[in-house]
C-alpha cells in the first residue's frame, strides 16, 4: 500500500473507491504482494528446490488458493476440510501434507483415498491407526512422524509448538518405537521425519538449534528419510520493531545440513506468503469520548480478525486520507462487540479522524479471514483481490439470510 495525492491506495486503486463500491467492512488481497512473496520465497532456496506446501489455515479462499496453485505450490492441510478445499483448489495431491495431532479415522481414510503426498502422524496410536485403515484399503501409505524437537522458537507463547511442554510430535525414543513398527508392518512407509517449531519467528537461532537436534536423532535412529519437512512459522514484520527473519543465514544452515543428510526439503509457509497481502477496510461508525481517550469505533471487529483480541497481536493502521492536523487524544480502535477484547490497537498522535472516515488495517492476510466467526451474529466481511487496476470477488459478503 501506498499515498498518492494524499490518498491510500492498494496496487492501483483507492481505499475510498473500493469502501465506496464495496462497502465496509472488506477485506483486499493484493495479487502483485502475493506473487512476489511466493517469487522470493522459491529465490531464497532454489539451492535444495524444497517442495513447497502453503499453509491452509493461514488463508482458506478457494479463489487465492487457485491463484498460489498456479506458482506450482503445494499445501499443508489439518482437516479434511482443508484438504478438499485444496484438491478443489487444483491442487497436486503429491504435493499436499496431512499434519496436525488429531486426524480422526474419518479423515485419515479420505486422506489415503486422495493419494497425497504424506500424512505426518504425531503420535505412536495414530500411526497405528493409519496403518489399521491401510490394511483395510489394501494401500500402501507413506507417511511422516513429527519431531518434537524441544527447541523455543522465540515467538509468542500461544503459538510456540516446539517445546516439549507443547502437545505437538513425539520424542526421539517414541520416535524409534515408531520406526520399528514401520519397518515391520506391510501397510506404512515411513518417509518423512517432520518439525515445526512456531510461527512468526524473527530469529534464525531457533531453526538453526532445530536442525542441530534433528540431526542428533536421525544419527541416533540410524535412518535415512526421503524427506526432511521443516514446517514453516517465518515471520513478517507487523510493526517497526519487528526485525525482518535473516532468510540467508537459515538457508547457511539447512546447507549445512544437507551435507550430512542427502534429504527432499519439504516447507510450510503461510504467514510468509499471504500476511503482508491482506488489508481489512473499515469504517468509523461513532467516535466516543471519556477522560482518558477517544474510542474509535469501527464496524469491523473481533468476529473478522481475531489475532489482538486472541495473542494481543498488533497491527499498523492507516487513513485513508492522509491530514496534515493531529490528534492530541489518544485513539483506541474498538469494535462493536460486547468483550472488552474487541479492540485492535491503542494509538497517540493519530490524525484527527472523523465519523464515516475509512481505516485500513494492514497485514491481515493470514489468520485474518481463516479465524473468522459469526460471533454476536454478524456476518463475514466481503473477500476481494485487486490486480492492478482490477478488483475481483473472491467471496461474497455474507448475508444474515445465509445464516440465520
Do not use: W
Amino acid at each position: 500500500m501506498k499515498y498518492h495525492k494524499k490518498k491510500l491506495f492498494i496496487e492501483n486503486i483507492s481505499v475510498e473507491n473500493i469502501a465506496k463500491k464495496y462497502g465496509t467492512p472488506a477485506y483486499c488481497y493484493s495479487y502483485k504482494l502475493l506473487k512476489e512473496n511466493i517469487l522470493k520465497f522459491k529465490k531464497n532456496f532454489k539451492a535444495f528446490s524444497p517442495i513447497i506446501c502453503f499453509a491452509v489455515k493461514a488463508n482458506t479462499n478457494l479463489n487465492l488458493l487457485k491463484e498460489i496453485k498456479k506458482f506450482g505450490l503445494g499445501a499443508d492441510v489439518v482437516s479434511m476440510g482443508e484438504l478438499m478445499t485444496a484438491t478443489k483448489a487444483g491442487i497436486n495431491a503429491k504435493k499436499i501434507v496431512f499434519s496436525g495431532v488429531g486426524k480422526t479415522s474419518k479423515e485419515i481414510a479420505y486422506a489415503i483415498e486422495k493419494k497425497i503426498l504424506l500424512i505426518n502422524a504425531e503420535s505412536e496410536n495414530e500411526v497405528r491407526e493409519i496403518d489399521r485403515i491401510a490394511k483395510l484399503k489394501k494401500q500402501k501409505v507413506q507417511i511422516g512422524v513429527r519431531l518434537n524437537p524441544n527447541t523455543d522458537a522465540k515467538t509468542l507463547n500461544q503459538i510456540s509448538t516446539g517445546k516439549k511442554e507443547n502437545k505437538f510430535g513425539v520424542n526421539s525414543n517414541t520416535l524409534k518405537k515408531i520406526l520399528d513398527f514401520c519397518i515391520k508392518s506391510k501397510n506404512i512407509e515411513l518417509k518423512c521425519l517432520s518439525v515445526h517449531i512456531g510461527s512468526q519467528i524473527l530469529d534464525h537461532k531457533p531453526y538453526g538449534k532445530m536442525l542441530s537436534v534433528l540431526n542428533k536423532v536421525i544419527k541416533k535412529i540410524n535412518y535415512k528419510f526421503d524427506y526432511i519437512d521443516l514446517g514453516g512459522g517465518m515471520g513478517i514484520t507487523y510493526n517497526q520493531n519487528n526485525k525482518k527473519l535473516d532468510y540467508k543465514k537459515y538457508n547457511k544452515e539447512i546447507k549445512k545440513f544437507l551435507k550430512k543428510h542427502n534429504s527432499k526439503i519439504i516447507f510450510e509457509p503461510g504467514r510468509s506468503i499471504v500476511g503482508d497481502i491482506g488489508s481489512l477496510i473499515s469504517q468509523i461508525i461513532y467516535i466516543k469520548k471519556n477522560d482518558r481517550k477517544d474510542f474509535i469505533i469501527l464496524d469491523t471487529a473481533m468476529n473478522d480478525l481475531m489475532r489482538p483480541a486472541l495473542y494481543g497481536a498488533t497491527h499498523k493502521i492507516l487513513p485513508s486520507i492522509k491530514k496534515n492536523q493531529r490528534s492530541f487524544r489518544t485513539y483506541e480502535f474498538v469494535g462493536p462487540i460486547c468483550e472488552t477484547t474487541d479492540k485492535f490497537s491503542t494509538i497517540k498522535n493519530f490524525q484527527k479522524l472523523e465519523e464515516k472516515d475509512f481505516i485500513t488495517i494492514c497485514d491481515v492476510g493470514a489468520y485474518g479471514m481463516s479465524l473468522s466467526s459469526n460471533y454476536n451474529q454478524r456476518p463475514k466481511p466481503i473477500e476481494l483481490l485487486i490486480k492492478g487496476s482490477k478488483i475481483k470477488v473472491i467471496k461474497k459478503r455474507q448475508r444474515l439470510k445465509d445464516f440465520i
